[in-house]
C-alpha cells in the first residue's frame, strides 16, 4: 500500500514538474517576437489562460497594459479581443477591467471638488478638465443622477492652455462644488484670486500613475474604470452594480 502511494506521488509530481515546464516552454521566444516588433514595450506576465493554442501575454507600455496572445514559438501574435461565444462574454475586455482597476480607498480624495446629491450613498470619482467638452457634457448627465456623492480630480490637459487657471480658481472659490457646476454648466468663470495652495499638480501626478490620460475619466468603488463620456442610464447600472470597494 505504501509503495503504491508512493508511486502515486511521484507520478504527480512528475506530471507537476512537466506542466511547469510546458508553461515555460516559449517564453524567451514570445519575449522576443514583442521585443521584435514593439521594443517601447514590456512583457510582465506570460500565462496559458489564452484561447487554445495560444498563451495570454500582458505588455506594458507608456499608457497601461495591454494584453495580446502568443502561440508556444513566438511566431505569432493576436492583438484584438477574445470572445467566448456561449456566454457572450469578453475574456479580453475582463482580463483588462481586473488588470487596470484603481483601489478605492487608495484615491486622495481631499483633493477633488465634492459634489452631494440626495443622500449621496452611492459614490463615484472622475478626472475632468474644464476645458473638455466631453467633460461638460458629462456634467450634464451627472445632474441627472440622485443620491449620488461625485469627487471630481480636476486634471487639466497640456492640449488646453487655460485649464490650469480655471482650475485654480475653482479650487480657490469659497464653495468649490458650486463653483465647478457653474463654470461646467453654465459657463460661468468663477471671480477671485487663483493663488491659493491647490493640489492641481498633485491630480496631474496621480493622473499618471493611474495611467489616465484622457478626460473624462470615471472610477467606481469595485476598480472598474470607464474612460469617456457615458449617459446617466448607463452610469445608473454601473453605480449600482460597483458600489463594493475593490480590496
Same mark, same amino acid.
Given at each position: 500500500?505504501?509503495? *503504491?502511494?508512493?508511486?502515486?506521488?511521484?507520478?504527480?509530481?512528475?506530471?507537476?514538474?512537466?506542466?511547469?515546464?510546458?508553461?515555460?516552454?516559449?517564453?524567451?521566444?514570445?519575449?522576443?517576437?514583442?521585443?521584435?516588433?514593439?521594443? /517601447?514595450?514590456?512583457?510582465?506576465?506570460?500565462?496559458?489562460?489564452?484561447?487554445?493554442?495560444?498563451?495570454? %501575454?500582458?505588455?506594458?507600455?507608456?499608457?497601461?497594459?495591454?494584453?495580446?496572445?502568443?502561440?508556444?514559438?513566438?511566431?505569432?501574435?493576436?492583438?484584438? =479581443?477574445?470572445?467566448? $461565444?456561449?456566454?457572450? #462574454?469578453?475574456?479580453?475586455? /475582463?482580463?483588462?477591467?481586473?488588470?487596470? /482597476?484603481? @483601489?478605492?480607498?487608495?484615491?486622495?480624495?481631499?483633493?477633488?471638488?465634492?459634489?452631494?446629491?440626495?443622500?449621496?450613498? *452611492?459614490?463615484?470619482? $472622475?478626472?475632468?478638465?474644464?476645458?473638455?467638452?466631453?467633460?461638460?457634457?458629462? /456634467?450634464?448627465?451627472? %445632474?441627472?443622477?440622485?443620491? %449620488?456623492?461625485?469627487?471630481?480630480?480636476?486634471?487639466?490637459?497640456?492640449?488646453?492652455?487655460?485649464?490650469?487657471?480655471?482650475? #485654480? !480658481?475653482?479650487?480657490?472659490?469659497? =464653495?468649490?462644488?458650486?463653483?465647478? !457646476?457653474?463654470?461646467?454648466? #453654465?459657463?460661468?468663470?468663477?471671480?477671485?484670486?487663483?493663488?491659493?495652495?491647490?493640489?492641481?499638480?498633485?491630480?496631474?501626478?496621480?493622473?499618471?500613475?493611474?495611467?489616465?490620460?484622457?478626460?473624462?475619466?470615471?472610477?467606481?468603488?469595485?476598480?472598474?474604470? $470607464?474612460?469617456?463620456?457615458?449617459?446617466?442610464? @448607463?452610469?445608473?447600472?454601473?453605480?449600482?452594480?460597483?458600489?463594493? %470597494?475593490?480590496?
Amino acid at each position: 500500500m505504501l509503495a *503504491r502511494h508512493a508511486s502515486l506521488f511521484a507520478a504527480c509530481a512528475t506530471f507537476c514538474l512537466l506542466a511547469a515546464s510546458a508553461a515555460r516552454a516559449g517564453e524567451a521566444e514570445i519575449r522576443q517576437a514583442v521585443r521584435a516588433l514593439a521594443p /517601447e514595450l514590456r512583457v510582465s506576465s506570460i500565462s496559458k489562460s489564452g484561447p487554445p493554442g495560444f498563451m495570454e %501575454v500582458v505588455v506594458e507600455g507608456p499608457r497601461g497594459p495591454m494584453v495580446v496572445y502568443a502561440d508556444d514559438k513566438g511566431e505569432y501574435l493576436l492583438i484584438g =479581443d477574445l470572445l467566448e $461565444v456561449k456566454s457572450r #462574454r469578453n475574456m479580453t475586455q /475582463e482580463r483588462m477591467d481586473k488588470l487596470t /482597476e484603481v @483601489k478605492w480607498d487608495s484615491l486622495p480624495l481631499q483633493q477633488a471638488v465634492k459634489v452631494v446629491r440626495g443622500n449621496g450613498q *452611492r459614490k463615484l470619482a $472622475v478626472f475632468s478638465d474644464p476645458d473638455c467638452p466631453y467633460c461638460r457634457k458629462a /456634467e450634464q448627465e451627472f %445632474v441627472k443622477l440622485d443620491n %449620488v456623492t461625485i469627487y471630481t480630480f480636476m486634471y487639466p490637459l497640456e492640449s488646453h492652455p487655460d485649464a490650469p487657471r480655471k482650475s #485654480r !480658481l475653482v479650487w480657490c472659490s469659497k =464653495d468649490r462644488g458650486q463653483a465647478w !457646476l457653474d463654470l461646467m454648466l #453654465r459657463g460661468k468663470l468663477p471671480t477671485g484670486k487663483d493663488d491659493c495652495k491647490n493640489p492641481i499638480d498633485d491630480n496631474i501626478a496621480l493622473a499618471a500613475r493611474l495611467r489616465i490620460d484622457g478626460t473624462p475619466a470615471m472610477l467606481f468603488p469595485n476598480g472598474k474604470r $470607464v474612460p469617456g463620456y457615458a449617459e446617466a442610464t @448607463k452610469l445608473e447600472g454601473l453605480l449600482n452594480t460597483s458600489q463594493t %470597494v475593490a480590496k
